[in-house]
């Protein structure tokens, strides 16, 4: 694809609701990161897989986020029981490199997620 | 203290002067440093990225990296209105993460 894809571009959920959260990197990109970006903060790291391995899970919250990427393209974020803790915009990044050589990250529009 | 750290601002900046951000890092095993610029609601992009000491010049854009005061700052030559945004400094630090700090929020006044 042209870009990072990321869908929906905004979720509403009632505190307890499940929601799932989609990216669908860019063509041929072999690692893909899950970033939290709370309001007037840098994103914060959630976690990073490495085709369909996840390689490090070490930024997630709590054990209600879960993320996989099965065939190792699309990935999607899964939080359960949202709490209202939860509402920020995620933000999902592809690089055509593994994380050790010098890649650079292209990042998806994100997902605004305000849980009420 | 946080890993990656930068003054929040906002930084107010006449049109066609240079705006200077600045960055701290702790890790000092890090190797990598990177700016994104964020337009408000939008996702981060990146700018600049610096790996060795000294300065690195693209376009009106120049990246300064001191690994031994851990310091790296972004220059930014004859401000436009459009470089007003939130300039993310980013440090791939010893385990590979890249650790982002909060942003600086820069408005170019016209």
């Known amino acids: 694809g042209a870009g990072v894809s990321q869908s929906p571009r905004y979720k509403v959920a009632k505190r307890g609701q499940d929601v799932a959260l989609r990216c669908d990197p860019i063509s041929g990109h072999v690692s893909l990161f899950w970033y939290q970006q709370a309001l007037g903060q840098g994103p914060e790291f959630l976690t990073y897989f490495q085709n369909e391995a996840q390689l490090d899970k070490s930024g997630l919250p709590s054990d209600r986020f879960f993320a996989e990427r099965p065939e190792g393209s699309v990935s999607t974020l899964k939080i359960q029981r949202t709490q209202q803790e939860d509402s920020a915009v995620y933000l999902c990044?592809?690089?055509?490199?593994?994380?050790?050589?010098?890649?650079?990250?292209?990042f998806g529009a994100g997902t605004r997620l305000s849980v009420l | 203290q946080k890993e990656v750290e930068q003054n929040s601002g906002p930084l107010s900046v006449p049109e066609g002067a240079i705006a200077s951000l600045n960055c701290t890092y702790s890790d000092r095993g890090s190797q990598s440093f990177f700016w994104y610029r964020q337009y408000s609601g939008k996702s981060p992009e990146l700018i600049m990225s610096i790996y060795s000491n000294g300065d690195k010049e693209d376009g009106r854009f120049t990246a300064q990296l001191n690994k031994a005061s851990q310091y790296v700052s972004l220059l930014i030559r004859d401000s436009q209105p459009s470089d007003s945004a939130t300039y993310l400094c980013?440090?791939?630090?010893?385990?590979?993460?890249?650790?982002f700090g909060k942003g600086t929020r820069l408005h170019i006044l016209p």
């Open positions: 990044a592809s690089s055509n490199r593994d994380r050790l050589a010098k890649n650079i990250q292209y």
């Open positions: 980013a440090v791939r630090n010893r385990d590979d993460k890249i650790i």
